[in-house]
């Protein structure tokens, strides 16, 4: 089995931070590409910010200046650093991974979804 498990949620005033992690665990044989999604109120799951195994990032034009991605390979965990949050951040954010699974070679790569953390930004 393989888990993705979010953390770091929370309530925070308009201009405020927070961090978030995403910790993968279980048979994982390797960890690739990383991803963090926004789920707004009544609205669609948006990938917010992307990373690959060797660092190379990327962010929607909506959080850029204001949210920075990282990741630590050894310990199979990604982070979300939000700063300058604004009411329009309020949402539910969900941890993606792209995982090999060590008991499950011959499928290859598949992608993980962690159970979310909750994010509400008061003006």
């Known amino acids: 089995q393989v888990q993705l498990v979010e953390s770091g949620g929370g309530l925070v005033q308009a201009g405020g931070s927070l961090r978030l992690s995403c910790a993968a665990s279980?048979?994982?044989?390797?960890?690739?590409?990383m991803d963090w999604y926004h789920q707004a109120p009544r609205k669609e799951r948006e990938l917010v910010a992307h990373?690959?195994?060797?660092?190379?990032?990327y962010y929607a034009d909506s959080v850029k200046g204001r949210f920075t991605i990282s990741r630590d390979n050894a310990k199979n965990t990604v982070y979300l650093q939000m700063d300058s949050l604004k009411p329009e951040d309020t949402g539910f954010y969900y941890c993606?991974?792209?995982?090999?699974?060590?008991?499950?070679?011959?499928?290859?790569?598949?992608?993980?979804w962690g159970q979310g953390t909750q994010v509400t930004v008061s003006s």
């Open positions: 993606n991974a792209q995982i090999i699974n060590s008991q499950r070679m011959s499928l290859g790569e598949r992608a993980y």
């Open positions: 990373i690959t195994r060797d660092g190379t990032t």
């Open positions: 279980g048979s994982i044989f390797s960890v690739n590409a």
